[in-house]
């Protein structure tokens, strides 16, 4: 046996009757369908379930496995202390799981927990499972900071240790949706919150989870939504794996989305089904599953041309996709991507080569070599002014220090070099300004000057869509107080592109 379910499930305390003290009718829907996923576990009959909790311990280049032989919590936090759990890890599975993390370099494992106590994206989960079933051991991890591939690639390790260990297990991803959906809800209202709503629960009704990899990180921002990296990982644990699924709810009546989904793999053409289940039971899952599919909201996804290999094919094409680009770029970037490439390999920062055309030998200016992994910043470095005596030099000089001295992130590896989408922004010479009326996100950087500090930001950032926006987080970056006397420069970039 190995991953023989999962589901997508939200945590709102408030959906616990001591914690919603009669709130909880607002989200009846989501009240039965979580009752009905309590009952389809119970007919798994899992020996363990794993939870992956956006509210577990979280760091950012780090996923987290809480340790020992299990852990206690209560909703004391939310009103409730006599709503209590006692859980017991499966020490083996987290055990192996570790080992591998160790044996393949990882960035998994049970180090720097910070409380032993259950979180309620753990503890929402677990009070409607035990209503119905209380035989297994937990394993709990929390998610990273890492890109959505790496939090797949988490998921295949999981489904690799179930299937070496060839227990039952029930995977059960814990996130809410989008938090702004209404203007009335806690968290406001944001047109990108229903968007990730719709698009998130037709991906996951649907099965195709390549398309999980799309949600860029400033929609996923945009929509405050806490779970799709959850959702991802449980995307990982059913790799290659053809599947029943079942869309049982959606509501939004909170201001925060609350979707659930069933995912049970398909074997040989049969559904996994528990170890008690008889013929009748058989013939009775068939009659339910036809009754399913006439509502619309049961479909299966089964194997198309990636074989559900959906990290496998997503390298494969971003691979395709970066190659044919480097082979088109132009000088500025192929210069960059060589002097990032030779001192990854070779910790030395290399000569500009015999190539590099005039422009960029002869002219000086200030450049910023911006470098990303999978949509993801990786590294960015830059001078506002020229600091060598060519621009090919700064060029050189930024993108060593681009993969190696940025502080936000660990040095570029080897093993990432095919990966990395590399910017070259050549700026014009700063021009102070009265007003930032004058400035334009679009068209023109900042420069923000408080005596001796300097903060930078670049135009045309993904994310940054206002003025005051982009004075702030320039601000930021130069630590520069709120509300201190600020000097305001504008300049603008040619930028050049993989």
């Known amino acids: ?81 006599h709503v209590r759990f006692d859980v017991e890890y499966d020490t083996e599975f987290v055990n192996l ?21 259950l979180d309620h994206g753990t503890m929402v989960p677990l009070w409607f499972i035990e209503k119905e079933y209380t035989d297994f051991k937990l394993v709990r991890t929390g998610l990273s900071g890492f890109d959505l591939l790496k939090h797949y690639e988490y998921g295949q390790m999981i489904k690799k240790v179930a299937d070496e260990l060839g227990k039952r297990v029930v995977f059960v991803a814990s996130g809410d949706l989008s938090h702004k959906l209404q203007s009335y809800g806690p968290y406001g209202f944001a047109p990108e919150g229903p968007e990730y709503d719709k ?5 996951m009704g649907s099965g195709n989870f390549g398309e999980l990899f799309d949600y860029s990180e400033t929609f996923c921002d945009k929509a405050a939504e ?35 989904c069933t995912f049970i793999p398909i074997n040989d053409g049969k559904v996994q089904n528990s170890n008690a289940a008889s013929e009748t039971d058989d013939k009775e899952t068939v009659r339910e599953t036809e009754s399913s599919n006439k509502s619309g909201n049961m479909c299966k996804a089964e194997f198309g041309e990636s074989g559900r290999h959906f990290l496998a094919e997503r390298l494969r094409i971003e691979g395709k996709k970066l190659k044919e680009k480097r082979e088109a770029s132009d000088a500025y970037v192929k ?11 070779n910790g030395v920062m290399m000569k500009v080569p015999d190539w590099v055309p005039d422009e960029l030998r002869k002219n000086r200016a200030g450049a910023f070599v911006s470098i990303h992994k999978f949509g993801r910043l990786r590294g960015c470095v830059g001078t506002f002014l020229p600091v060598t005596g060519s621009l090919a030099e700064e060029i050189v000089r930024n993108a060593v220090s681009a993969v190696s001295e940025d502080n936000r992130f660990d040095p570029v590896e080897e093993e990432e ?82």
């Open 97 to 117: 799981l570790t080992g591998y993390a160790a044996k393949t370099g990882f960035p998994a494992g049970c180090l720097g927990e910070k409380s032993k106590e």
């Open 226 to 260: 806490c779970g799709h990296r959850s959702f991802v990982i449980m995307a990982g644990a059913l790799d290659g794996q053809s599947l029943e699924i079942e869309k049982l709810s959606h509501e939004d009546v909170t201001g925060v989305g609350y979707g659930i």
């Open 199 to 203: 698009k998130i629960m037709e991906t």
């Open 335 to 345: 210069l960059a991507s060589e002097s990032a490439e030779f001192f990854v390999k």
């Open 1 to 81: 046996m190995s991953i023989v379910g999962a589901f997508m499930v939200p945590h709102p305390p408030m959906i616990v009757p001591a914690v919603g003290r009669g709130s909880e009718k607002q989200v009846e829907a989501t009240t039965r369908a979580y009752e009905s996923v309590a009952k389809k576990i119970a007919e798994l009959r899992p020996e363990t379930i794993v939870i992956s909790s956006p509210h577990s311990v979280l760091y950012s280049d780090y996923f987290h496995i809480s340790p020992g032989t299990g852990a206690k919590g209560s909703f004391a936090q939310f009103g409730a202390p």
């Open 417 to 498: 070099l095919p990966w990395l989408d590399i910017n070259v922004d050549v700026l014009s010479e700063p021009e102070q300004i009265s007003s930032e009326d004058q400035l334009d996100v679009k068209k023109y950087g900042v420069i923000v000057e408080c005596g001796r500090r300097r903060g930078l930001l670049l135009p045309d950032l993904d994310g940054v869509d206002t003025v005051e926006q982009q004075i702030s987080i320039a601000m930021r970056k130069g630590g520069i107080a709120p509300g201190s006397n600020i000097n305001l420069y504008r300049f603008e970039v040619k930028r050049h592109k993989i």
